[in-house]
């Protein structure tokens, strides 16, 4: 894989861009948002900026990180809120069994590996188009030792694994049902945000309205023990301050962005650029501040490992 990682190397930051862009829209529908979920969640930029650094530990605490960054330490499980997830053993050995000459277009090059992929699967190409180009990410910031040395194991139970695709849209896009007089009950309605998929147990639920952060309150278990983000009485989304201010609480919306209010520009917006996360002109983008963002509906989001300030290097960038 030594070949392949140095090819990869030839791509920047805006050649992986254009290639999320282009294969999310060939992907089938289910994972088109994780796609862009997962590279927002975990940036070329990111990676090459600690990665260069002469004391990574000292460019970690500079931009103020916290949780886990580095795809090194999650070579297997970064990606578990694809659908096609269940496929990475099948998509990390079309990876590693890609040789020589390499197309010189990464878009082409995520193509192959989806195409080998699919055939050792049965499945069709369009199901692995944007988690191949995750693969291949996965391997230009881990490296070919530690590609290689993980298991490429499926972290999902067989209840999720068995859900088709068409059941999980279905999923995400179902309301929780109000009653029969659920149209009176205004600012009383109860909405559920469901945190993790694959776990029937990651669910909280929000008022007609509430911001996300502040619906997580409801949730009363324990969640700093598996992540030190988390604050005790605050519920899975790590929170710190509620007024946009922090960063902490950035997640991206599998299903329901439609569901979520407008970002507003003076406050979400433009404190999205300073961090330094994704930030669109779109009105409901699919990466969101939890404490800005309402619901009006349910809505699935997945919580980012990590969190920090970038906003001042990307901006020296461009």
């Not at 140095?6 to 088109?32: C, I, K």
């Not at 040789?99 to 699967?121: C, E, G």
């Not at 605050?234 to 007024?243: F, H, K, M, Q």
């Amino acid at each position: 894989m030594s070949a392949l990682f140095a090819h990869l190397a030839t791509y920047g930051p805006d050649d992986w861009s254009r290639a999320v862009e282009t294969l999310a829209a060939e992907g089938h529908p289910v994972d088109r948002n994780a796609t862009r979920i997962w590279f927002a969640f975990f940036p070329l930029e990111l990676h090459e900026l600690v990665a260069s650094a002469p004391d990574r530990d000292a460019a970690a605490r500079k931009l103020g990180l916290m949780g886990s960054w580095r795809l090194a330490d999650q070579i297997d499980t970064s990606h578990r809120f694809f659908y096609a997830h269940r496929y990475w053993p099948q998509v990390k050995g079309a990876i590693e069994a890609a040789a020589a000459p390499f197309p010189q277009d990464l878009t082409a090059l995520a193509r192959n590996v989806a195409d080998v992929a699919a055939r050792r699967s049965r499945l069709d190409r369009e199901f692995l188009l944007g988690f191949a180009l995750a693969g291949l990410m996965t391997l230009r910031q881990a490296g070919p030792e530690a590609f290689a040395a993980a298991p490429g194991k499926v972290a999902l139970s067989d209840k999720a694994r068995a859900m088709s695709a068409l059941q999980v849209l279905k999923r995400r896009a179902r309301d929780d049902w109000q009653g029969l007089l659920g149209f009176t009950r205004g600012l009383k309605k109860r909405w559920t945000v469901t945190f993790d998929e694959n776990d029937p147990d990651a669910k909280f639920t929000v008022l007609e309205g509430q911001e996300l952060a502040s619906g997580a309150q409801s949730d009363p278990r324990d969640y700093r023990s598996r992540d030190l983000r988390c604050t005790p009485g605050e519920g899975p989304i790590p929170v710190e301050c509620r007024a946009a201010s922090c960063g902490t609480c950035w997640v991206g919306v599998l299903g329901g962005a439609e569901k979520l209010s407008p970002v507003v520009d003076r406050d979400e917006r433009r404190r999205m650029r300073v961090f330094g996360y994704p930030s669109t002109d779109e009105e409901r983008p699919l990466i969101r501040l939890a404490c800005q963002a309402r619901a009006s509906g349910a809505v699935s989001i997945v919580i980012p490992p990590w969190n920090g300030m970038l906003g001042a290097y990307l901006s020296r960038r461009s």
